[in-house]
């Protein structure tokens, strides 16, 4: 691994030795405080009256999904080194350091599907979970202008746009669609609008501390080393402008395409079956009357033309979605293909 963040501050190696020798906190450039809360979370807040935007970027719930830590690895790097300028409260959480160091999606439990009933069995994985939950409340309670919380994830496979985001948050929403908007214009080329029921980092940020909330889809997942991370500058350069104030919405830039969930399919036992290639991609888009999933007692069928798998898992635990299918936001037509 060769991740700046999983060597020094994941490891808990002296990347900021002031940090790690006992001081809690210390200032940088610009009257910028740094404060590591714990492995992995890294709060910056600049210091003044002046009320800011609150913004979590977090990484690393799969372990194995190695570009977006790679991204915020450089982005921490940049700001130490004076070289991006803090302007927003801003929160880093590297939510899986022990996926991370093994190069597993997980050691025990899928951190995406939220903490269950303590137990005496308890899983490290749902006590960081927890963890993460009570961190990013305290950092939202805290009085800020707007709250943003991007959950950067790679996707399992492959999909028709390289780049994407799903948001929790109602569309209808000024700040949402102000988010849609400047997402468009850095590099993700749709966005699926859900208000489903769901147990990701996002969905609590969004559903339980307010926040305008996004996971953002960036690729595939490879090994540390071989992400063409120039494939991500434009995303990169949005997260750059978030962080500094410079962020501000373009005349004429790309729009991302829209997309709403028609419906999300479970695992109800061990007979459940994908009924496509498992080399099919992300969007992929299917006609009337098409099979795509069968359980014990149950079929998923097509039920107008245009529909789109996302998320197809048949190894997902019982009980657990295994497939989403999406079609295009009526609403946004100009942007549909």
């Known amino acids: 691994m060769n991740s700046y963040l999983a060597r020094k501050v994941l490891c808990n190696l002296p990347c900021m030795k002031p940090l790690l020798t006992g001081q809690l906190s210390l200032i940088i450039d610009n009257n910028v405080v740094v404060e590591l809360w714990d492995n992995g979370v890294l709060y910056f807040q600049p210091q003044g009256s002046e009320l800011r935007n609150a913004i979590l970027l977090s990484v690393g719930v799969h372990g194995n999904e190695t570009a977006p ?73 805290m009085d800020a202008d707007q709250k943003i919380h991007y959950d950067l994830h790679t996707a399992i496979r492959g999909s028709v746009y390289k780049q994407f985001a799903v948001s929790p948050n109602s569309s209808d929403r000024a700040e949402t669609e102000q988010q849609c908007l400047l997402l468009g214009q850095y590099g993700i080329e749709a966005i699926l609008t859900t208000t489903q029921k769901s147990a990701t980092f996002s969905a609590f940020t969004a559903n339980i501390l307010g926040a305008t909330s996004f996971t953002l889809e960036l690729g595939s997942a490879k090994p540390f080393g071989e992400n063409n991370i120039t494939e991500f500058a434009a995303i990169i350069e949005g997260l750059h402008g978030m962080i500094s104030g410079k962020l501000a919405l373009e005349v004429g830039r ?29 969007f992929t888009p299917f006609n009337e009357g098409d099979v795509l999933a069968a359980d014990k007692d149950y079929q998923y069928i097509v039920t107008k033309s245009g529909e789109r798998i996302l998320f197809p898992n048949e190894n997902v635990a019982i009980g657990q979605r295994a497939l989403v299918i999406v079609r295009p936001d009526e609403n946004y037509t100009e942007n549909t293909l």
């Open 69 to 141: 830590i790679e991204i915020i690895d450089q982005l921490v790097a940049d700001i130490l080194a004076g070289k991006i300028a803090v302007r927003n409260s801003l929160l880093i959480v590297i939510a899986n350091p022990k996926a991370i160091k093994s190069g597993f999606r997980e050691i025990d439990e899928n951190m995406n599907n939220g903490p269950l009933p303590i137990t005496n069995a308890e899983s490290d994985e749902h006590h960081r979970t927890r963890t993460l939950m009570n961190y990013s409340r305290d950092f939202f309670s």
């Open 254 to 282: 790309k729009k991302a395409k829209r997309f709403i969930v028609a419906a999300e399919v479970p695992k109800k036992t061990d007979a459940f079956r994908l009924l496509f290639a498992s080399d099919i991609v992300n």
